[in-house]
């Protein structure tokens, strides 16, 4: 669609390209007054496109506050695809949350990683979300570097924050917050597609790890924040 209007907020770091009052939705980071102004001057569209990004000096966690509001918002589904799944635990707690809640949440990691300790320390997190009803899948098809969520096929985030602290705090990284149904069942249905690309992880596989395997989770686990 055209640009309609751009306003840039220096805190928090918002640009509003193509948005609808019409929708309900709170997009991310927004203040009251930052709201108002949003509701009030911008022309009716269909599709709402935010970005976010983040420093090591940033004061608010942009990204990180994004994904989280929208787990926490999620009604029927949440999939991730992340090359790198080391979550704090307000992200790992939620996910967990939403499984047990009875939502659809589906998560995509490489099978062929590029760094064997986040990839190690990755896989010690996939226990618990397993437990709680978390679908995880390993793709098989090359390395898959994709960072993505989509929510309830209306919300979708795609930039360069991985799912993990390092992206939280230290990278500087940008995403892109898309309220858009027809753009999220779009990437959904590819979302779909990588998945028969992939190889679930099973309870009964998981559970067979064997116990160098299990070491080698362990110690990637106590230094996941530094990864």
């Not at 949003?38 to 990204?63: A, C, G, H, R, Y």
């Amino acid at each position: 669609p055209p640009l309609i209007e751009s306003i840039t907020f220096e805190i928090p770091s918002v640009t509003f390209l193509n948005p609808s009052p019409n929708e309900s939705i709170t997009p991310v980071m927004m203040s009251p007054a930052v709201l108002k102004i949003f509701t009030s001057v911008l022309p009716t569209t269909d599709t709402i496109w935010l970005t976010e990004s983040e420093t090591v000096d940033t004061k608010f966690q942009n990204i990180r506050n994004g994904y989280f509001k929208m787990i926490n918002e999620a009604e029927r589904n949440i999939y991730i695809t992340t090359p790198y799944f080391v979550p704090d635990d307000g992200i790992f707690g939620a996910l967990k949350i939403a499984a047990l809640s009875g939502i659809d949440v589906r998560i995509i990691i490489p099978a062929n990683p590029d760094h064997p300790f986040v990839y190690w320390a990755s896989m010690s997190y996939l226990g618990e979300l397993l437990e709680a009803g978390v679908k995880c899948y390993q793709y098989n098809d090359w390395f898959i570097h994709s960072k993505t969520v989509y929510i309830d096929g209306f919300v979708t985030s795609v930039g360069t924050a991985n799912m993990d602290i390092r992206s939280f705090d230290l990278n500087f990284e940008t995403n892109a917050f898309i309220y858009d149904r027809d753009i999220t069942k779009e990437h959904e249905e590819q979302f779909m597609k990588d998945i028969e690309k992939c190889t679930e992880i099973t309870k009964e596989w998981y559970d067979k790890r064997t116990a160098w395997f299990r070491v080698k989770e362990s110690i990637s686990r106590l230094i996941s924040p530094m990864l």
